[in-house]
C-alpha cells in the first residue's frame, strides 16, 4: 500500500497541495512559535540599573508572609514598608535611597530620589552642578527644564518650586534630584540602601529573621528596578501570544487537512470501489490512505520544522515592536522546538486524514459500477455524533460560565475553546444546512432569465458534502473573526458599560499618566464652590482563604460620605453611610455577611480587624471599599466632580481648569470620558497580550484560508470539468460557462458566511447572557468592515481560483 499511495500522491499532487502547504505552515509555525518561547525563557533577566555601581543594596521585605494551620503562606505587599532608620544608622557610607512621586509641571512621567542616588546608577552631571539647597533640583535628561529654569514641581504634597541646577544623563526612568535633606522631608520613607561593604558584613549586621530586610547582590540588584514588574509582564506575554497563535495554527492545521482528504476520498470513490473489487480489504484501503497522510506529513513537517526557526527573529522583533516580548530577548539556537514540531505536524496530518481514511474504507465495491456521482448520504452516523457532540459540549461551556463565573465569559482562555468546539460543530454539521441554505440563497438566482442560476443552485445541491468542505475555509475565517472579535468589543463594551454607567459626576479629574493626584489638588478641588467631590485611590486588602492561602484583594479607598452622590454603588445590604476606618463594604466573592468581623492584612502588612456593614451588588465595579485610612501613601487615580443645584456648568469647568492647572492633572466631562475607551480605562493604553493573540490567530486563518479555499476550488473545479465539457457541447457559450463557475463560487461563498454568521451567533449569544448580568443591557458589537473585509477577500479568491482552473483545465468541445 505504501507503493500505492506514493504513486497517487505522484499523480494526484493538484489534489494534496493545500494539505502539503497547510502542514508545512503549521509545522514551521510551531517551530517558529516554539523557538520564540525557548528564547524568552532562556533569556536572562536584563542586568541591574537602578543600583547597577553598587555591589551591595539592602530593601525592605517585598512580601507579606502570614502563617496558618498549614504552614506559611505569601504575598507582594502593595504598599512599601521602608527600611528603619536605626538599620540605615549602621551604615554610615550608605546611599540612603528615597523613591517618591516628583514631576514637573508639564513634563515626562519622573521619580523624586536624593541626590546622593545618582551614584547608584550612575547618572553624572552633563550641565550644571549637583541641587544643594532645598529650593534646587537636577533633572535627567529630557527632564522638563534646562539649567537655570525656575520650574514647578508636583509631589504627593502639592506643586512647589525650584531652581533647575543641573541636568544629568538620562537614567532607567526620568528622575527629579533634590538635595538629601529636601528628599528626606518630601518622603520620610527610606527605600533602599546602597552599600560598598562585604556583603556577608551587610548581612551579619542586617540579620535574618521574618520580614527581615533583603541583601541584594549580583544580578538580584535588578529587583528593585522600576522595569522588572513590565519586564515579567513581557514574558509573559511573549508566553500568552505565541500560545494561542500555535494552539490555533494546530486547530487550523487539523481542520484543513481533514476538510482536504475528505474532500479527495469523496472525488476518489470510484478508485477505491475498483481497489475493493480487484481484492482489496477495508483495512487495506484506510492505510493506504493513512500512508498518503504519512508520506506527506512526513516531508511538509521536516521542510517546516527545518524553515520555521528562521521566522524567529523576525517574529520577536514584531512582539518587541508591540511591547508584548522583551526588548532584549536574545534567539534561542535549540533544536528543541523543531524537534517538538516535526512529530506535531506528522500528528497532526493522521489526525485530519483518520476520518478520511475510515469513510474510504467504508466504500463498497458495487460503487464501481455506478455511473452517477450524485451524494447517496451525506451525514453518517460518527459525524452526527462528533458534531451534535461537539456542539452540546460548547453549549454547556457556555451554560456553566453564564451560571458560575459570568465575568470571565470575555476572557480569551474561556472564549477560545469555545469558539473552536462551535466552528468543528459547524464544519461536522454543515451537509445538513448547506440545502435549506442553499434553497434560500439561489432562489433570487433562479428568478434570472437563463438556466444559470437553476444550474449553479442543482449543483451545489446535488453534492452537499462536497460543498460543506469547500465552505469551510470561509466558515473557519469568518466565523472565527466575527465571534472572537466581535467578543473582544463587547468585552470591552462590557467593561466600559460597568465603569461609566454608575457614574452620576458630570465631570472627572484624572491624572496624566504617571502620576496621581495630589494632595493640595484634591483640598483645592474640595474648596470649589457649588460642588460635590469625591476621591478614589486603589489600595489592597489580604484575606487569609481556608488556612492556606493568601488572597490579595483589590480594594477602592474613597470618601464614604460623598461617594453615594457622585456614584451609584450597587448594594444589596448595609449602606455607606456606616463606613469608617474601623469598617469595609465587599463583594459577594469574599464569602461573608453583614455584621460579621473579617481578619484582614492592610497594603503595608498591618494586621486589622474590620467589620462589615454593607453587601456590594453582583454587578459592582469593585471588589470592596474602604475610606482613606487604608491607602497610605497610594495617591486618588480619579476625582468625581458633582454639581450642586443652580450651579453654572461653564462656572464649574473654568474652575476646574484653573484647579487643575500646574498640577499634572486635567478634568473631562462625564460623557467625553465614556466615550474614550483608554479613558475610561485607565489611560493604560497599548495593546495586551489577549488583543495581539487575537490578531496573530487571524493572520493565522488568513494563511490557512487562502491556501484551503484556493486548493479546494481547484479541486472541485478538475472535478467538473466534464460537466462544464457537457454545457459546451449542449451550446453554452465560453463566457456563460465561466459566469456559471463564478457564480458558483460566489454561492459557496455565500453558504459559509452564513454559517459562519450562525456560528457566531451561538458564540456572542452565549457571551451577551454572561456579560448582561454583570453589566446589565448591553448591545453586541462587531467589526463590520473587518468582517465585510474578509468576506469580500474570500469571495474574490474564490472567484479567482474557480474560474483561473475552468480556463486551465477545460478545453474547447470539438463540433
Request: charged share 15%; with cysteine.
Amino acid at each position: 500500500m505504501l507503493i500505492l499511495a506514493l504513486s497517487t500522491l505522484r499523480t494526484r499532487w493538484v489534489s494534496f497541495l493545500g494539505s502539503f502547504a497547510a502542514l508545512f505552515l503549521g509545522t514551521a509555525l510551531i517551530a517558529a512559535t516554539g523557538q520564540v518561547l525557548a528564547s524568552t525563557v532562556t533569556t536572562p533577566d536584563r542586568a541591574p540599573q537602578r543600583y547597577a555601581a553598587a555591589p551591595v543594596v539592602v530593601v525592605p521585605d517585598g512580601r507579606l508572609t502570614v502563617h496558618g494551620r498549614q504552614g506559611a503562606t505569601g504575598a507582594p505587599l502593595a504598599e512599601p514598608r521602608g527600611l528603619p532608620a536605626a538599620l540605615a544608622a549602621r551604615f554610615p557610607g550608605a546611599v540612603v535611597d528615597r523613591i517618591f512621586p516628583a514631576r514637573v509641571a508639564g513634563g515626562p512621567p519622573a521619580v523624586g530620589r536624593p541626590w546622593s542616588a545618582a551614584r547608584t546608577a550612575p547618572q553624572r552631571i552633563t550641565d550644571g552642578r549637583a541641587p544643594a539647597g532645598d529650593s534646587e533640583i537636577a533633572l535627567s535628561a529630557g527632564g522638563g527644564g534646562t539649567v537655570g529654569d525656575r520650574v514647578s514641581v508636583v509631589t504627593a504634597d502639592g506643586v512647589a518650586r525650584y531652581t533647575v541646577v543641573g541636568v544629568t544623563t538620562a537614567g532607567q526612568q526620568g528622575t527629579v534630584f533634590f538635595s538629601d535633606a529636601q528628599a528626606a522631608t518630601l518622603s520620610p520613607r527610606i527605600d533602599a540602601l546602597a552599600l560598598w561593604e562585604p556583603a556577608q558584613r551587610v548581612r551579619a549586621a542586617v540579620g535574618a529573621h521574618e520580614n527581615s530586610p533583603q541583601v541584594l547582590t549580583g544580578p538580584d540588584r535588578a529587583l528593585p528596578d522600576p522595569t522588572r514588574a513590565a519586564d515579567d509582564r513581557a514574558r509573559n506575554n511573549a508566553t500568552t501570544v505565541v500560545g494561542i497563535a500555535g494552539g490555533f495554527a494546530a486547530f487550523v492545521a487539523v481542520f484543513v487537512v481533514s476538510s482536504t482528504f475528505a474532500f479527495a476520498v469523496s472525488q476518489r470513490r470510484r478508485e477505491f470501489a475498483l481497489l475493493r473489487t480487484v481484492g482489496a480489504t477495508r483495512r487495506q484501503v484506510r492505510r493506504m490512505v493513512h500512508a498518503e497522510a504519512w508520506c506527506l506529513a512526513v516531508i511538509a513537517a521536516a521542510l517546516g520544522a527545518l524553515t520555521g526557526p528562521l521566522a524567529t527573529r523576525l517574529l520577536l522583533d514584531r512582539l518587541i515592536a508591540l511591547g508584548t516580548a522583551p526588548a532584549w530577548t536574545v534567539p534561542d539556537d535549540s533544536l528543541v522546538p523543531s524537534l517538538v514540531a516535526f512529530p506535531t505536524g506528522v500528528l497532526v496530518a493522521l489526525l485530519g486524514a483518520a476520518a478520511a481514511a475510515r469513510r474510504a474504507g467504508r466504500v463498497a465495491a458495487a460503487e464501481a459500477l455506478r455511473e452517477a456521482a450524485v451524494e447517496t448520504r451525506a451525514m453518517t452516523p460518527a459525524r452526527w455524533a462528533l458534531g451534535v457532540g461537539a456542539l452540546g459540549t460548547a453549549l454547556v461551556c457556555m451554560g456553566v460560565t453564564a451560571v458560575g463565573d459570568p465575568a470571565s465569559a470575555a476572557h480569551n482562555k474561556t472564549a477560545m475553546p469555545v469558539v473552536m468546539l462551535l466552528v468543528a460543530a459547524a464544519g461536522l454539521l454543515a451537509p445538513v444546512a448547506v440545502r435549506p441554505v442553499t434553497r434560500l440563497l439561489a432562489a433570487p438566482l433562479e428568478r434570472l432569465r437563463g438556466a444559470t442560476g437553476t444550474l449553479v443552485s442543482a449543483s451545489v445541491l446535488a453534492s452537499a458534502r462536497q460543498t460543506a468542505l469547500t465552505v469551510a475555509p470561509v466558515l473557519v475565517t469568518v466565523g472565527v473573526a466575527a465571534a472572537l472579535l466581535g467578543g473582544a468589543a463587547t468585552g470591552d463594551e462590557a467593561k466600559a458599560a460597568m465603569r461609566t454607567d454608575p457614574v452620576r459626576a458630570e465631570y472627572l479629574v484624572l491624572p496624566d499618566a504617571g502620576s496621581g493626584l495630589d494632595r493640595q489638588l484634591v483640598d483645592r478641588l474640595g474648596e470649589l464652590p457649588g460642588v460635590e467631590v469625591a476621591t478614589s485611590a486603589p489600595s489592597s486588602l489580604y484575606t487569609l482563604e481556608g488556612d492556606t492561602a493568601l488572597i490579595r484583594r483589590p480594594v477602592e479607598a474613597v470618601d464614604p460620605k460623598e461617594l453615594p452622590s457622585v456614584l451609584e454603588v450597587p448594594l444589596s445590604a448595609g449602606s455607606f453611610g456606616a463606613l469608617d476606618e474601623h469598617s469595609v463594604v465587599v463583594s459577594p466573592t469574599w464569602g461573608v455577611g453583614l455584621g460579621d468581623r473579617v481578619r484582614v492584612w492592610r497594603a503595608d502588612g498591618s494586621r486589622a480587624s474590620l467589620t462589615v456593614v454593607g453587601l456590594l451588588g453582583a454587578d459592582s465595579p469593585a471588589d470592596a471599599y474602604t475610606t482613606r485610612d487604608h491607602a497610605f501613601s497610594a495617591l486618588p487615580t480619579v476625582a468625581y466632580v458633582k454639581l450642586r443645584a443652580g450651579a453654572s456648568p461653564s462656572r464649574v469647568e473654568a474652575a476646574l481648569r484653573t484647579a487643575t492647572a500646574g498640577h499634572n492633572a486635567h478634568a473631562v466631562p462625564r460623557d467625553a470620558w465614556a466615550a474614550c475607551s483608554e479613558c475610561a480605562d485607565g489611560g493604560g493604553g497599548g495593546r495586551s497580550a489577549s488583543r495581539v493573540g487575537l490578531l496573530a490567530v487571524l493572520a493565522v486563518i488568513l494563511a490557512y484560508t487562502t491556501i484551503a479555499l484556493v486548493n479546494t476550488v481547484l479541486m472541485a473545479a478538475a472535478d467538473q470539468a466534464p460537466e462544464r465539457r457537457a454545457l459546451r457541447l449542449l451550446g453554452a457559450r465560453r463566457g456563460q460557462v465561466l459566469r456559471c463557475v463564478a457564480a458558483e463560487a460566489l454561492l459557496v461563498v455565500a453558504i459559509g458566511t452564513v454559517l459562519a454568521g450562525g456560528t457566531a451567533a451561538l458564540s456572542l449569544g452565549g457571551l451577551w447572557i454572561s456579560l448582561v448580568q454583570i453589566a446589565g443591557p448591553l448591545g453586541i458589537s462587531l467589526p463590520w468592515a473587518t468582517l465585510g473585509a474578509l468576506t469580500a477577500g474570500c469571495a474574490v479568491l474564490a472567484v479567482l481560483a474557480s474560474v483561473g482552473a475552468a480556463l486551465l483545465t477545460d478545453r474547447p468541445a470539438r463540433g
